[in-house]
T-cell receptor
Framework: GNSVTQMEGPVTLSEEAFLTINCTYT??????LFWYVQYPGEGLQLLLK?????DKGSNKGFEATYRKETTSFHLEKGSVQVSDSAVYFC??????????FGKGTLLTVNP | DTGVSQDPRHKITKRGQNVTFRCDPI?????LYWYRQTLGQGPEFLTY????????KSRLLSDRFSAERPKGSFSTLEIQRTEQGDSAMYLC?????????????????FGPGTRLTVL
């Protein structure tokens, strides 16, 4: 079955530091890949997505590239801000209408 | 319309009681999903509706769980004879239906969730 493995947290960074959160997946076929973010007290929000190999999703300074050869979709940001503090979830969608999520990574950015 | 809403936001109940949660999707969305999120885990799929039809149910959805979407608009999730293991955040999401090669890929918009605590 489908599964997503993402970097264990929590991750604590200083403002303007570089961020990487690793995500790898196992899936049949050709899944689409997503990063969702959950800010404190709020619902999950789609951050970015990629639908095929070598696609790069980007939004709000975050980027992730769909790497089929390594089955990965690592999230990166060059300079994090305090407002980026949240829980980040990697997820995949295959052909059965449901999203399969990783366990989430808590990011805390200190000023 | 400001998004997906869920009610209540928090529910504390005693073991053995029944509870019901409500989800109001974005008005033009014909797909509605329920997920469950336990502490330290990502959301896990429970069930999915297209309009009023329940098209898929996870094996996580035991006989004590039932979901309805009677008029293809709001949905309810009922848990009968609650157990402590049912304590979790219950998330609802909605989306439009895609077409062609992107069927099912349309973004799922999530509500804030209902946090259930079973004592």
């Amino acid at each position: 079955g489908n599964s997503v493995t993402q970097m264990e947290g929590p991750v604590t960074l200083s403002e303007e530091a570089f961020l990487t959160i690793n995500c790898t997946y196992t899936a049949t076929g050709y899944p689409s890949l997503f990063w969702y973010v959950q800010y404190p007290g709020e619902g999950l929000q789609l951050l970015l997505k990629a639908t095929k190999a070598d696609d790069k999703g980007s939004n709000k300074g975050f980027e992730a590239t769909y790497r089929k050869e390594t089955t990965s979709f690592h999230l990166e940001k060059g300079s994090v801000q305090v407002s980026d503090s949240a829980v980040y979830f990697c997820a995949l969608w295959s052909s059965n209408y449901k999203l399969t999520f990783g366990k989430g990574t808590l990011l805390t950015v200190n000023p | 319309d400001t998004g997906v809403s869920q009610d209540p936001r928090h529910k504390i109940t005693k073991r053995g009681q029944n509870v019901t949660f409500r989800c109001d999707p974005i008005s033009e969305h014909n797909r509605l999903y329920w997920y469950r999120q336990t502490l330290g885990q990502g959301p896990e799929f429970l069930t999915y509706f297209q309009n009023e039809a329940q098209l898929e149910k996870s094996r996580l959805l035991s006989d004590r769980f039932s979901a309805e979407r009677p008029k293809g608009s709001f949905s309810t999730l009922e848990i009968q004879r609650t157990e402590q293991g049912d304590s979790a955040m219950y998330l609802c999401a909605s989306s439009t239906a895609g077409g062609g090669g992107t069927v099912g890929l349309n973004e799922q918009f999530f509500g804030p969730g209902t946090r259930l605590t079973v004592l």
